[in-house]
């Protein structure tokens, strides 16, 4: 008996989580490199474009794209997407020993928290229901129900880029992930529609000839850009830890909406798998705001007493905090 489509997919989806995880870990230490020698990305600077360290994240993160581009062509987003919690785990557990961002218990107790979401959605995922041509999914790509939500999700950055990220995007994080993860719900989609177009191509059916390729081909293109160019600002402004889960919960919330939208991964699934699948996915949230939580209060600055001893000719005098002023300097390192 075969391997069945959504084995491959699941697999795919493993693999690629090991690579962006760890892809995070290098690019996060390739940008803190090039921010001692230049002008670093959370304040508009490029110089980690000449760093070898980032280069090899970049490297491992196409890898990691490619194997979940993959995943994608024969899994439907609602399986493949939730498994990118995976990554969060490998992240957690790198930046513990290579970003010395240590990784407490609770903060165990939330991957595993996510291995046992990612369990219950891999058990209960659809079936992929693939079109048979690239026009198919462009007349999914034009119903009245998706153009709302590209339309929405396309208003939402223009507002958060024009707006919001001058004002507030060094000291929220949501801000620089938000952009992220709307524009990474069309990057999927797009994605997507271009796997199985190169799918029915390698089946015999060439869909090079049909407009709609490229246009899902230019979209993707954007997209990824995007993505690329706020994730790189939010992990030099933030702490690799918080911005990892934050991403993820936030990107595989609305990629699985975008997906429903256009696809109808759901279509033809009883209420119990619906909803043993949300309940899956709702636990992997659980385990990644755990995650969090514990990470952010690591972070909280400690606080301490400052005193010294000043000489003088009548003897000495004990000075205390109380008695003078002083400026607090904080790194986001």
Same mark, same amino acid.
């Given at each position: 008996m075969g391997v069945s489509d959504n084995t491959k997919?699941?697999?795919l989806a493993v693999v690629s989580s090991a690579f962006i995880g760890s892809s995070f870990i290098l690019k996060k230490k390739g940008l803190k490199r090039a921010g001692k020698s230049g002008t670093r990305a959370g304040v508009g600077g490029y110089a980690y474009l000449l760093e070898p360290l980032w280069w090899a994240g970049m490297i491992t993160m196409v890898i990691g794209e490619v194997a979940n581009f993959v995943a994608y062509v024969f899994a439907p987003a609602a399986l493949v997407t939730p498994l990118g919690a995976l990554s969060i785990i490998v992240s957690a557990f790198l930046s513990h020993f290579m970003l010395k961002e240590r990784l407490q218990r609770m903060g165990i107790l939330g991957c595993i928290s996510c291995i046992v979401g990612s369990v219950v959605i891999v058990i209960h995922a659809?079936?992929?229901?693939?079109?048979?041509?690239?026009?198919?999914?462009w007349k999914l790509a034009t119903q009245p129900g998706f153009l709302i939500y590209a339309a929405a999700t396309l208003s939402f950055v223009l507002i958060l880029v024009v707006h919001f990220e001058p004002r507030y995007g060094h000291t929220n994080i949501l801000i620089?992930?938000?952009?992220?993860?709307?524009?990474?719900? #069309?990057?999927?989609?797009?994605?997507?529609?271009?796997?199985?177009?190169?799918?029915? &191509?390698?089946?015999?059916m060439s869909q090079v000839t049909y407009y709609q390729t490229w246009l899902f081909v230019t979209v993707a293109l954007v997209c990824v850009i995007s993505q690329l160019n706020y994730l790189n600002k939010a992990l030099d402004t933030f702490n690799t830890a918080i911005v990892s889960p934050i991403y993820y919960v936030m990107f595989t919330s609305l990629t699985i909406i975008a997906s429903a939208i256009m696809f109808k991964d759901w279509s033809g699934q009883n209420i119990s798998s619906i909803a043993s699948e949300l309940c899956g996915f709702i636990t992997v949230i659980s385990g990644t705001v #755990?995650?969090?939580?514990?990470?952010?209060?690591e972070i909280a600055p400690a606080t301490? &007493?400052?005193s010294w001893y000043i000489g003088k000719s009548t003897g000495d005098h004990m000075k205390t905090i109380d008695d003078d002023h002083f400026v607090i300097l904080q790194s986001s390192d």
């Open positions: 997919g699941f697999a659809p079936q992929e229901q693939s079109p048979s041509s690239v026009e198919e999914i620089y992930l938000g952009i992220c993860s709307l524009m990474g719900s #069309l990057t999927v989609v797009s994605i997507k529609a271009i796997g199985i177009a190169i799918k029915l &191509t390698f089946q015999g #755990l995650l969090h939580t514990t990470r952010e209060q301490a &007493t400052i």
